[in-house]
């Protein structure tokens, strides 16, 4: 049960003065002082919303923009690196095709003196395999290794089954990925009598 009470009014205080407060069937007046509206501003608030979503808007079609230059950027590096990854070990092997040319261009010259030129450009071929990481595969007198080595035909041997017997072909890998297997006869199993 509500009670209205209005507040004692002083007569000494002028209209003009404190704002003095009534309370009236639950709410809260000032004397005084313009109604508060009701409802609030609704165009303000839609201006205020829409200058918020043109901001969120144009950061995200900047951080799009952005996102987008960089994968442009970084699909140009790929084909870049793609382009010139050779580029390296085709500078180091210009010298081993020098040394082969001027060997085959000597007139008159001794079989003796070819064999120091080839083997000069072979110590060269190896250096750029060095640097390149290009490292030989071992198969002679190993276990036959399906991963690394390419078996060309089964011999009957000595040796222990399945071990390889003869390298036809050297094989190269690239840190630790065959490049090429190495070409190899393997021994057969022995057979055991009966």
Known sequence: ?????????????SAESAPVTAEKAGAETVVGAPPADPAPDFAALLKKVEAEAAELRDAWLRARADLD??????????????????????TELLPVK???????????????????????????????FEKAQIVEIEAAGLKFDP???????????????????????KGYALN???LRPAMVAVAKPHETGA
């Open 69 to 90: 230059n960089q994968r442009k950027q970084a699909a140009a590096d790929i084909a870049r690196a793609h382009k010139f990854a050779l580029e390296r070990i085709a």
């Open 98 to 128: 020098d040394g082969l040319e001027s060997t085959l261009a000597a007139k008159n010259a001794t079989p003796d003196a070819l064999r120091a030129g080839v083997e000069l450009t072979l110590k060269q071929l190896a250096a750029v």
């Open 176 to 178: 630790d990925r065959v």
């Open 147 to 169: 991963h690394r080595h390419q078996a060309m035909t089964m011999v009957d041997s000595a040796e222990p089954a399945h071990s390889v017997v003869q390298v036809f072909q």
């Open 1 to 13: 049960m509500q009670h209205n009470v209005d507040p004692p009014v002083n007569p000494a205080a």
